[in-house]
Each structure stands twice: as C-alpha cells, then as structure tokens.
C-alpha cells in the first residue's frame, strides 16, 4: 500500500514520529536513510534531546532503519553535539555523543562505518559562547548496512586543483627503496577524466534558500550522498525532514523519497515543466 503510493508520486510525506514512519515501509525496502536528526542539548520547540539520553532517544530511529535497509543500504546522520552549559564548578564542555553513537553504531547496530565526514562550515552561526573556539563543522556519520559495500565515486568526483594536474603532468612514480612494490617501474599516471577523488570533508555555506522557502541544511550535503549511494529510482528515506532539504536533492536525481516528520510537514509537488524537466516546488502548509 505505502510502496503503490510512493512509486505513483514518486514520494511520501507525512506528519509521524519518524521511527514509526519507517516501521511503516516493508522490510529491506531503503537504499539510503539520509537525514539530521535533532542535535544533543540543543533546545527546540519539539524538545530537547540531552547528551545523557542521546543515545536511548535515537535508538528506534537506528532499529526501524536496519530492519527496513536494503542488505546493500547505507544510513547517514548529520549531526553535530552542542556544548554542555557551564556549571559553577564545570567549565561548558563538548559532549562526545557523537562519537559514542558512531562506536554504538557499530558495536550494538552492527553497521560498518564508511566515514566520519566532516562539514566545515564556512559562515558559522555565531553561538554567543566565549569559552572554546568557534563551533565550524558538523559531521556526518556514513554507515553501510553491509561489510562488503561499494560507491559511486565517479558520481561525486570534483574538478582537479590545478596544482595536482601540474603534479599529473611533470611526476614521475619510482620503485621505492623500501621494497614496496605497488610501483613497479617508472611511470606516469595521467588525471582521471572524471575528475579528482572526492575529500571525506565538504566546505561551503550553512544555508541554502530554495525559491523562497528557508533550508535549515545546504542541498550539497544529501546531494553527496545521495549521488554515491543510490541510483535512479531507488528509496532515499529521511525521517527527520524538517523544511525539507533532501527531497529537493533525491527528487531532482530522480529518486523516489519518503519524509517523515513529526513537526509541521512542509508539502511537495512535483510539477513538469513543457520540455519534460521536472520541477520540485514545495508550498508550506
Ligand atoms: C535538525 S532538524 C532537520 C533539518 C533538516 N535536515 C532540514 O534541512 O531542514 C530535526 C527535525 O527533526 C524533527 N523531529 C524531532 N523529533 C522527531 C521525531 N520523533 N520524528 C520525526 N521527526 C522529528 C524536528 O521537528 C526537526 O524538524
């Protein structure tokens, strides 16, 4: 029934607690959870979810999305730990939640993790706080459902620096004294044409605005991971959909998405424009 739904709109959108929003889909059904779950100790209209019961808060989101991925599925969570306010003794630290999620995901989930990829924000919000250095990067926690995974690289390749084709071009590979032996004589190795190695860090703005709706996330965060984990038609799945960034990146790569939020849902359309294109126009509701 939700799948009929989904592959006639090609989305889903609906206003429920997102654990039981993906308990919903049938088994093995996901390719990609991608999503921003709310961030430890920052406080929000839907509450806060504190360091000490971070873990407990996220574990349906985590058990409803490995019973629902793919066996070649990949879950990533954009996340970042506020610091902890300051006690009159305790200076305001920052919570290593994350990272014991990112060992929990391993450990209790069994997921295998790709990387720990790191967004380094180029206009940070100013936090207000004097204590520590200004808070610039998130990081997003890529997790394969299976040991044996494989990505599209090719699909997020960047231009090449031109001081890396100067190196492509006037450096020669040599034998190593040490014995190694991945090269095994002189040689060259030209540029690949689709361009250089994506980084396991992604730069750029906070925001970005669409039409006129506000996007609490850029669209170059899920676009990165949408494009190396799934391909045309497969389910991207965010159940944390807030203004709805990802629906823009998974639609316009003609994925099929499902949204769960339990907030106010922003609602989607797609419309077709005379040359065949598709148009994603979203109105708030
Ligand atoms: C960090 S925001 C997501 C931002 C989003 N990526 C964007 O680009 O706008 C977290 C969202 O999770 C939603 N949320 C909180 N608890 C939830 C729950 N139990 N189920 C579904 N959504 C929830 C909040 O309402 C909020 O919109």
Not at 196 to 219: C, E, F, M, Y
Request: hydrophobic share 35%; proline share 6%; aromatic share 8%.
């Amino acid at each position: 029934m939700m799948l009929q739904e989904i592959n006639k709109h090609k989305y889903s959108v609906r206003q429920i607690d997102g654990a039981e929003g993906m308990l919903l889909l049938p088994d093995k059904s996901i390719k990609l959870v991608y999503g921003s779950p709310p961030y430890p100790n920052a406080e929000r209209e839907y509450g806060v979810w504190r360091s000490s019961e971070y873990i407990e808060k996220i574990t349906p989101f985590l058990d409803a999305a490995c019973r629902k991925l793919r066996d070649d599925g990949f879950i990533v969570i954009n996340v970042k730990a506020n610091r902890e306010k300051s006690t009159a003794k305790v200076a305001s630290k920052r919570s290593l939640v994350i990272e014991k999620l990112a060992i929990e995901m391993e450990e209790t989930w069994g997921l295998h993790c790709v990387d720990i990829e790191i967004w380094i924000k180029e206009n940070p919000a100013p936090t207000g706080l004097r204590v520590a250095c200004q808070d610039a990067y998130e990081q997003n926690l890529w997790f394969s459902k299976s040991p044996k995974w494989s990505i599209n690289l090719d699909a997020i390749r960047r231009p090449y620096e031109s001081h890396s084709v100067q190196t492509y071009e006037s450096y020669e590979y040599k034998p190593r004294s040490n014995g190694n032996t991945y090269v095994r004589k002189n040689k060259r190795i030209a540029p690949n044409p689709l361009g250089a190695l994506p980084k396991n860090i992604i730069s750029g703005g906070v925001s970005a605005r669409i039409d006129d709706h506000p996007a609490t996330q850029p669209l170059y965060l899920p676009e990165k991971y949408i494009k190396a984990t799934t391909e045309e038609n497969d389910l991207v799945v965010d159940p944390w959909m807030g203004s709805g960034t990802t629906g823009y990146a998974a639609l316009s790569l003609g994925r099929r998405l499902v949204y769960r939020e339990i907030g106010t849902v922003p609602e989607f359309r797609l419309e077709e424009n005379i040359g065949g294109e598709t148009i994603i126009k979203m109105i708030r509701i």
